[in-house]
């Protein structure tokens, strides 16, 4: 039996080199004095027909730069080895894409590098296919949003102007109603008028809270700021939790695009407490920052650890990319109650304080 470990001069190194599924070469004096099989094949040469080569004929008029300064820090010994990526030039014209770490050595008695390379060009095409596609569906995301906020606010205007005027009009009509059956001594027509018009007022009440789940009205009409705390009261009192709310002393006025999706990100995070939260306390907060818009909403429920996910639950997600839209960043924490803490900012060139409503 050999004896173990072997020598490093008793190592079949050129035929593993040979071999290796990774590209492998030296140059010296900046032609490649030595390539395997690999590593010529990048290129669509055999080793042949590639050894000999410069290395700027063999990268792309955009590469050639950075890579000869690379070649030469460690030639003049300022680095050791570097490790990057460049783009190379294969025979047909085409860039293929290479990773490469190349460390000095001595050839010949003169410097030279000896370094390993990659083809990493499907890696990198997978890569910007994906991010593309990332693209895309971001756009498409943000048409659908869109699409839908005016479709909103259509259907809130017909159900406000057109069916709120039809009710009251009834509504005036059931009051005459009302008033000529007391006239008539007819109690039981009384009655059943008099519980109509009960009747038709409730249902003002709930076409107008249709038509602001749809779209407020004062989004328009008042801002940002006062449909935050109509909705907030409103939330509280429905569903018996205590809320608190803190806006900016100076006036707020939002691009149209920016304080509705503002209002969709509150919107959406009150849904999730009344659903998932178990929330007593609510606390929304408003604020201007130097070049920030800030908005806070926290809540003392159980937090989202405690509420596991629910397959196909796009709330969080739809969240975030309302706020991308409008150029914001969206967080999520834990309350100082124990609840979940939403943080939202949006740059100020989205949200300038003006004179105005609030």
């Known amino acids: 039996m050999a004896d173990l470990p072997l020598d490093l001069d008793d190592v079949p190194f050129r035929g593993i080199v040979e071999q290796s599924l990774a590209g492998i ?16 094949a990048m290129f669509g040469y055999s080793r ?23 070649y030469r820090l460690r030639i003049r010994g ?30 010949r008695g003169r410097p030279a590098l000896a370094g390993v390379a990659l083809d990493v060009t499907q890696r990198v095409r997978a890569q910007e296919e994906l991010r593309n596609s990332r693209e895309r569906l971001r756009e498409l995301a943000q048409h659908l949003n869109s699409a839908r906020e005016t ?30 059956s007391a006239a008539l001594d ?7 008028a008099a519980d109509l018009l009960t009747l038709m007022q409730d249902t003002i009440d ?7 789940q749809l779209r407020p009205v004062s989004l328009d009409a008042h801002g940002l700021a006062s449909t935050l705390q109509q909705t907030l009261q409103r939330f509280g009192t429905r569903h018996g939790i205590q809320v608190s709310l803190q806006l900016p002393a100076a006036p707020l006025q939002l691009p149209p ?14 849904t999730n407490v009344q659903r998932h939260a178990q929330a ?17 909403l926290r809540d003392d429920g159980c937090g989202m650890d405690a509420s596991p996910r629910r397959p196909g639950a796009m709330g969080l997600l739809g969240m975030a990319e309302r706020a991308q839209e409008i150029g914001g960043r969206l967080e999520f924490g834990r309350s100082p109650q124990g609840g979940v803490e939403l943080m939202l900012q949006v740059p100020l060139d989205h949200a300038t304080p003006e004179a105005g409503h609030a």
């Open 25 to 40: 070469y030296v140059v010296l004096d900046e032609r490649f004095a030595y390539a395997n099989d690999t590593f010529a």
């Open 48 to 70: 042949e027909d590639f050894v000999g080569r410069h290395m700027a004929d063999c990268v792309t008029a955009d590469s050639i730069d950075e890579v000869m300064r690379n």
């Open 78 to 107: 300022e680095v050791a080895s570097i490790h990057y990526f460049t783009k190379g030039r294969h025979r047909d014209g085409h860039a293929i894409h290479l990773e490469l770490h190349a460390s000095k050595v001595e050839c």
């Open 151 to 180: 479709e909103r606010a259509r259907l809130a205007r017909e159900v406000h102007d057109v069916l709120g005027g039809m009710l009251s009009s009834a509504k005036f009509d059931v009051s005459r109603m009302v008033r000529r």
């Open 186 to 192: 007819a109690p039981e027509l009384h009655t059943i």
């Open 206 to 212: 709930t076409a107008r809270s249709i038509s602001d």
């Open 257 to 270: 695009a920016s304080a509705t999706q503002i209002f969709r990100i509150v919107q959406e995070a009150l």
């Open 280 to 296: 007593r306390q609510v606390e929304l907060s408003l604020h201007l920052a130097p070049q920030l818009l800030l908005l806070t």
